[in-house]
C-alpha cells in the first residue's frame, strides 16, 4: 500500500515550490527534505545534497560568492534553498504543532491498518486539499470528526505540515480549549502574561493563512464561548481563509446552537468527513497479537 502514499508525496512535490535541481530524484526539485535523524523537538527539515552540490558561497548570508572571472561577487545558486529552509523552520516554529505530530507528511500516514473503512476516501481529500491549495486559496476546508485515536489530530497536522515544506504558508494550530478559550479567558486575569491581549489573540487566529481548530465543540453549552468561536468562524469564512476542524461530533450538533449561525457557517465552509475507524491503538494492538 505504501506506494500510492509515495505517488501522491512526488506528485505534490512536482507542483511546489522548486528551490533544489530540478532533476534530483531524492527531493524532486524542492532542494529541502525531512531530516529522518533529528531527535523530537528539534529542527525537522534540512537542505537536500543537490543543493549542497550547486553551493558555491559559504552558506552563510549574504550567499554570495566571489567570481574571478568578472572580479565580482555573485549570488550563490544555493541562495533560495536557503532562504527557504529557513523560512520553513520559522513557520514550523510558529505553528504551534503539537511535538508528537511534528514529523508527520501523507506517507506517515499507515494505510494497511485502516483497511476496510472510508480511509482511503479521507486521504483523497487531504491530498485534494493540500494539492489545490496554490492555485484555489479558497478551496474547500475540511470537518473531520469521529472517535477518539481515528487520526483526526495526525490528519490535521499533516496537512499544516505539507503546506509548509511544499509551499512556505503560514499557518496556525490550535486546541480549542487550551490554545483558544484557555488563552482567551487568560486575556481578563491581570497575573497572565496575556492579560488585555484577547483582541490580538482572537485576530491573530482569524487572520492566519490557514487554521486548524482541534477539538472543536467541547464547550459548547456556554454561549461567551458561541460567541467566540462565532466571530472566529464567521471572519475567516468572510475573508476565504482555509479552515480545519476536527471534533468528536458530527457537524449537525451544532444546528441548534446560537441560533444554527456556527452550523450554517460551517456547512458552507467545510466539507464533513467521519473517521470511522477504529481507534488506531487498539487496532495496531490487535495487528500484532
Ligand atoms: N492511519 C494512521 N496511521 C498512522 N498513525 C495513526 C493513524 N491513525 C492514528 N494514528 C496514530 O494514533 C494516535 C492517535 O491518533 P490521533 O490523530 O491523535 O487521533 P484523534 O485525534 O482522532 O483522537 C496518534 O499517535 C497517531 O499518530
Ligand atoms: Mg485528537
Ligand atoms: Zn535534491
Not at 38 to 54: A, H, N, R
Not at 171 to 186: E, H, M, N, Q, T
Not at 189 to 216: C, H, T, W
Request: aromatic share 10%.
Amino acid at each position: 500500500m505504501k506506494h500510492f502514499l509515495e505517488d501522491i508525496k512526488i506528485d505534490l512535490e512536482k507542483n511546489a515550490n522548486h528551490y533544489g535541481d530540478p532533476d534530483c530524484k531524492i527531493c524532486n526539485g524542492l532542494g529541502i527534505i525531512l531530516d529522518n535523524y533529528s531527535l523530537p523537538g528539534e529542527s525537522s527539515y534540512k537542505l537536500c545534497q543537490c543543493v549542497e552540490k550547486m553551493t558555491l558561497c559559504d552558506g552563510n548570508p549574504p550567499y554570495e560568492y566571489f567570481d574571478p572571472k568578472e572580479n565580482c561577487m555573485k549570488e550563490c545558486p544555493s541562495k533560495k534553498a536557503r532562504i527557504a529552509l529557513k523560512k520553513i523552520l520559522f513557520l514550523e516554529k510558529q505553528s504551534g504543532i503539537p511535538t508528537r505530530y511534528k514529523n508527520k507528511l501523507l506517507t506517515s500516514i499507515d494505510v494497511n491498518i485502516s483497511e476496510g473503512d472510508n480511509f482511503l476516501y479521507v486521504i483523497d481529500h487531504v491530498y485534494a486539499v493540500i494539492k489545490n491549495y496554490p492555485s484555489n486559496k479558497n478551496t474547500y476546508g475540511l470537518y473531520l470528526y469521529g472517535k477518539t485515536g481515528t487520526g483526526k489530530t495526525l490528519l490535521s497536522c499533516i496537512i499544516l505540515n505539507e503546506m509548509i515544506r511544499l509551499y512556505q504558508i503560514p499557518v496556525r494550530y490550535a486546541k480549542i480549549s487550551r490554545d483558544i478559550l484557555g488563552k482567551i479567558r487568560d486575556t481578563f486575569n491581570p497575573q497572565s502574561e496575556f492579560y488585555g491581549e484577547g483582541r490580538k489573540i482572537e485576530e491573530e487566529l482569524a487572520n492566519i493563512e490557514i487554521l486548524v481548530i482541534d477539538d472543536f465543540g467541547v464547550q459548547k453549552d456556554s454561549p461567551w464561548v458561541n460567541n467566540v468561536l462565532y466571530d472566529l468562524i464567521d471572519t475567516r469564512y468572510e475573508k476565504n481563509l482555509l479552515t480545519i476542524l476536527t471534533s468528536n461530533e458530527p457537524m449537525d450538533s451544532w444546528k441548534d446552537i446560537s441560533n444554527g449561525r456556527v452550523f450554517s457557517r460551517l456547512k458552507e465552509m467545510c466539507l464533513e468527513i467521519h473517521l470511522d475507524a477504529e481507534d488506531y491503538r487498539l487496532k495496531k494492538a490487535k495487528s500484532i497479537h
